[in-house]
T-cell receptor, first 114, second 115 residues
Framework: KNQVEQSPQSLIILEGKNCTLQCNYTVSPFSNLRWYKQDTGRGPVSLTIMTFSENTKSNGRYTATLDADTKQSSLHITASQLSDSASYICVVSDRGSTLGRLYFGRGTQLTVWP | EADIYQTPRYLVIGTGKKITLECSQTMGHDKMYWYQQDPGMELHLIHYSYGVNSTEKGDLSSESTVSRIRTEHFPLTLESARPSHTSQYLC??????????????FGDGTRLSIL
């Protein structure tokens, strides 16, 4: 069964600190892995997309890594800000259909305290 | 930010009513999607469309129906709402020509509560 597991479920950090969120998946065949940020009451917004051949991608203070061999990804947030408080969702796409079936994790709820 | 709009943002309504959730995008995207999301849970695909007059059911069984008469418009309808339909409904779109690596752009969702 294709699955996406994220850890931790929730995380509290102080403003200015760094943090790393984890994503493990069993989706096969693999097409790409996406990280989304979802603010409370809003829709998810894409942060990064990585294909099989990419092992790191940055978007400002967000850096995603991918190890396709171990089927693991991480999202590193540098110098956190209060606006980083949100749910971060890992999404894996397969190559099994034209649709590019998406498998969603349940997200990591990040809270940044001043 | 992506130009995809959902209305209403919030809806509280009684059991048995007919409901239509609106979704419109101004990006000319061919692919559109409806997801259902409960608190703390993953998004579940309930409907998708490849283009005008194309609609398919997603992975999660849903009593809702959709239509795609125009590229920019993808409404979702519940003929008779029940408390079990209480959830957040998210609409998304993507550009088919960009292939599978195109991010999906999401609307801000409709939070539906059925009394």
């Amino acid at each position: 069964k294709n699955q996406v597991e994220q850890s931790p479920q929730s995380l509290i950090i102080l403003e200015g600190k760094n943090c790393t969120l984890q994503c493990n998946y069993t989706v096969s065949p693999f097409s790409n892995l996406r990280w989304y940020k979802q603010d409370t009451g809003r829709g998810p917004v894409s942060l990064t997309i990585m294909t099989f051949s990419e092992n790191t991608k940055s978007n400002g203070r967000y850096t995603a890594t991918l190890d396709a061999d171990t089927k693991q990804s991480s999202l590193h947030i540098t110098a956190s800000q209060l606006s980083d408080s949100a749910s971060y969702i890992c999404v894996v796409s397969d190559r099994g259909s034209t649709l590019g079936r998406l498998y969603f994790g349940r997200g990591t709820q990040l809270t940044v305290w001043p | 930010e992506a130009d995809i709009y959902q209305t209403p943002r919030y809806l509280v309504i009684g059991t048995g009513k007919k409901i239509t959730l609106e979704c419109s995008q101004t990006m000319g995207h061919d692919k559109m999607y409806w997801y259902q999301q409960d608190p703390g849970m993953e998004l579940h695909l309930i409907h998708y469309s490849y283009g005008v007059n194309s609609t398919e059911k997603g992975d999660l069984s849903s009593e809702s129906t959709v239509s795609r008469i125009r590229t920019e418009h993808f409404p979702l309808t519940l003929e008779s709402a029940r408390p079990s339909h209480t959830s957040q409904y998210l609409c998304a779109s993507s550009d088919q020509d960009s292939g599978l690596n195109q991010p999906q752009h999401f609307g801000d969702g409709t939070r539906l509560s059925i009394l």
